[in-house]
């Protein structure tokens, strides 16, 4: 079966580029627009990858990986974070929260694939 | 995937005009209530989502520009900045720059690029001098040049770097799987990078009842040998470096290795070279000793794991210069194939010369000569193996090449197919390869096309869905054995019948069994399939596959079960300059059997003969097997002894006996062609030069056989 | 090709078949062997007499007597093989011809030769290259890439196929086949 990814992005285009280059991997994608929407959405999906933008109306990057991390299916599930190059300190927020990594945006769909297999096996 | 950017960008446009739209709403809000800290953060996840967006997108223009203003929003946003009338006045022109930005990537109507830096400059004066205005360098560079790439973005050529060994420590912390990190995976990766060697610290696991899972307990030792550099390995453990413990540590490398202490002598080496030590006291004193390791182990300086990892890195780095000395040493050379040939021509002189020299020693019968002879014997099949093996490849590469003509073929009739192979690595002369591809196409079509059905038929038969097709390789004595199975539907034995009947090619009320019958898929003309399909082709059977064979001196076997699908097996001899033949003789004429298609050798005797009233069938443990009596064939002058031999041969399923006067024994035939002179001659393949220097002939069995029947059919007629 | 185109002195090797002498230009001939054992190759004309092991190559060897349609070669102390090189196809062959005895390596100047005559030799005026006169006797000089061009292999093939009773009689002259 095919992995399941969840990206998490308040932009819909960004969300666009994540969806169709990880579908073109075989990858099932699940789309959410927020934090809020990416908890409500990960309730029963299972999925194996989360990819969030820290930047969000409603709830953020960071206090997504703060609840993921504190659901008992989700403790040990790999979440990469969308980060800025500026967003150093954010980044850290991020990985104490329980990140496991990160893409630095802008960034090609290679260097997302590259990521996800990484963290995925 | 240009398509689907291309919709990425379009979406990317409709989003940025909303977001703009947002942030014009957002600031005159802002006007009315400047103290809402909240309105900034919506104003500046604005500008951040178009900026990060944009860039992804190509809208390069509008991410630098965009930055500039997120720079000054991010310090207004922690209140180093004031809300002020300029702020929201100059953040609404800059929402107009960037509305025509946009305009500017679709219409082509230019944006005003002056207005834009001038925006940008007043956006910078509003921060405090002392105030670094960010803590970036990315886009201070590239500011409004369309080209912005991060320097880790443009994957650096990969510099091809000296192969060398490193010592990786990886102590991961105790809670890195909280990290939704996968220690495993780290360590996958790390094996791809090169010769790997991985050994687990377990020492710290606690007992079983006082295991957190949780927590990772385990460390590593890994011995890498890689061309990629020591930054490539950082690589891996980018997401790690603050939740592991890392160190890395080159322990070999080239030509250090060479100098270091490979060539250092061990003291008992030393004292052997001075007299002083006798080789075999060393021994029995080494062997009383302990190994080091040992020692360190029972002294309780080190633990054994500890020892287990040095040991480890210790085989490791030899693996590794060995490997080295090895690839540095034996590297291939190109070698053009006619001067293969040449040498495989020379070879088969040199046998020929050598079977001279046997035979002359044999009758000389000199201890001393005799012992050159086998000498010379052992050393010409030496070279003979190893000139025919350099001209070897494996088949995987024409295997290879079916994955597509399945995966299309089928795709084209309807069917799902699976091809499987094995034995890739079986090694065949090139030249039986080359003229092997044709014939296997064929046969693989033919499964396709007549044996596996179709999906929905499968299901109600209770198969699965998918039909496979299994091509494996391997070797069996002096030949290849190539089989094709598919689990498709088997040969109709009817059909094939009444097939053949219609065609004349076999009376109404002949008996067939069913190896016959499956034999006669390679008459020529008979084709099973109801239908005939561009696939499979009209009226081009298997008899093309069998040409091919026979030409290859090969022979083919079908296997078939109704329902459960069918086999083809071709046994083809490793090469076409030497065979494995079998020795007969006709009077005082010498022919050579090629042994891949004999099976057995039995006695004839005249009451044999007689029994059977004269007909040329022979009563084989019960079996019926018809014969050829090669010296009536032949017409050779001169009397049968009264016990012939006759040898009996399969071939493409059939079983026929050849009547001679004598077998010699199997015998290395060189094969030589007879040349333009003999080209038309039927039921000969070629020549072959024995010992003695006569000359043998190669019997082509199946052409032979041919002939026989028709001058039976033409006799009857 | 016409006895005109003898323009220089021309070495030949002289070969007798039955009472007549024949001649084949030097340049066409490798060597001479004496009678070895000759390997017949079944389902072939007589006249093809079978294969002889030339230093490990496989080579043909014709009977030119039967060729001639003249009666078979027997064998005595003097029956030959001249090997000769002869192209076929386009390619260089070597093949063997089979002959009562070979004479002598003799010149012949252009004015010795004369153009093959029209009517009254017993073979195809295609396969002689001229008449060669010599110590007052008159020699075949023939053109050995026509006799055994592929055009005529084929033509005596099929006469000598057509039929059983062609291929019996060829079994019969066999007979002495394990010379």
Known sequence: MSKKIMTVDDSASVRQMVSFTLKGEGYAVIEAVDGQDALLKLKGSNADLIITDLNMPNMDGIELIQKIRAHPDYKFTPIIMLTTESQDSKKKAGRAAGATGWIVKPFQPEQLLAVTRKVLG | MSEEMDKARAAFREEAYERLAELEATMLELEESPENSELVDRAFRAMHTIKGSGAMFGFDAIAAFTHEIETVYDLVRNQQVPVTRELIALTLSAHDQIGALLEESHTGKTADEDRGRSIITSFQNL?????????????????????????????????????????????????????????????NELKQLGKCQVIGHIDKVPPIQDIDPEICYTQWDIILTTVQGVNAIKDIFIFVEDVCELSINMIDRGEEGLLGDEFEKKLGEILIERGDLKQEDLHNVLEEHKPI?????????????????????????????????????????????????????????????????????????????????????RLTAELRDNTMSARMLPIGSTFN?????????????????????????????????????????????????????????????????????????????????????????????SAI????????????????????????????????????????????????????????????????????GTTIILKLPLTLAIIDGLLVKIGKNDFVLPLATVEECIELTRQDIDKVHGRHVANVRGSIIPYVHLREEFNIPGKSPDIEQIVITELHNQKVGFVVDYVIGEHQTVIKTLGHFYKNVEGISGATILGDGKVALILDVNQLLQVVEQEETQIMN | MSATEIRETIQFLTFQLQQEVFAVEIAKVREVLELASITKVPRTPAFMRGVINLRGNVVPVIDMNLKFDMLRTDQTVNTCIIIVEIRLDGEETLLGALVDSVQEV??????????????????????????????????????????????????????????????????????????
Do not use: W
């Open chain 2, 127 to 187: 921060v405090p001098a002392d105030e670094p205005p960010t803590d970036d360098t990315f886009f201070q560079e590239s500011s409004l040049t369309p080209q912005i790439q991060e320097e880790k973005d443009s994957e650096p050529e990969p510099l091809k770097e000296k192969e060398a060994t490193y010592r990786i420590t990886f102590i991961p912390d105790a809670n890195i799987f909280a990290y939704g990190t996968n220690p495993l995976l780290l360590l």
């Open chain 2, 293 to 377: 390791g040992k020692i360190l182990e029972d002294s309780g300086l080190v633990k054994s794991s500890q020892i287990q990892a040095a040991l480890a890195e210790q085989k490791h780095v030899k693996e590794a210069r060995e490997l080295r000395h090895k690839t540095e040493s034996s590297s291939s050379i190109r070698v053009a194939s006619d001067k293969l040939d040449t040498l495989v021509d020379l070879v088969g002189e040199l046998v020929t010369v050598q079977a001279r020299l046997g035979q002359l020693a044999s009758v000389k019968n000199d201890a001393d000569f005799l012992l050159i002879a086998e000498e010379v014997e």
């Open chain 2, 401 to 493: 090449k079916f994955k597509r003509l399945v995966r299309d073929l089928s795709n084209e009739l309807g069917k799902d197919v699976l091809l499987t192979t094995d034995g890739a690595d079986t090694e065949l002369d090139k030249t039986v390869i080359e003229q092997l591809n044709d014939p296997l196409v064929h046969v693989i079509r033919n499964c396709i096309d007549h044996g596996i059905e179709l999906p929905e038929i499968r299901e109600a038969d209770g198969k699965s869905k998918r039909g496979t097709i299994h091509l494996s390789a391997e070797h069996s004595g002096g030949n290849v054995l190539i089989s094709i199975h598919d689990d498709g539907a088997g040969l109709d034995a």
């Open chain 2, 497 to 564: 019948r009444a097939k053949a009947v219609e065609k004349g090619i076999i009376a109404a009320d002949a008996e067939l069994s069913e190896n016959e019958i499956h034999s006669l898929l390679f008459a020529p003309g008979l084709t099973t399939a109801e239908s005939v399909t561009n696939v499979s082709g009209r009226g081009v059977g298997m008899d093309v596959v069998k040409r091919a064979i026979d030409a290859l001196r090969g022979v083919i076997k079908i296997k078939s079960t109704p329902g459960a």
């Open chain 3, 106 to 179: 003799m010149d012949l100047h252009p004015d010795q030769i004369e153009p093959p005559p029209k009517i009254g030799a017993k073979l195809k005026a295609e396969f002689i290259r001229g008449m060669g006169k010599h110590d007052d006797r008159f020699l075949i000089i023939l053109d050995i890439d026509k006799i055994f061009s592929s055009d005529e292999l084929n033509r005596m093939q099929k006469v000598s196929r057509s039929g059983s009773s062609v291929r019996e009689k060829t079994l019969q002259q066999d007979e002495s086949v394990e010379v």
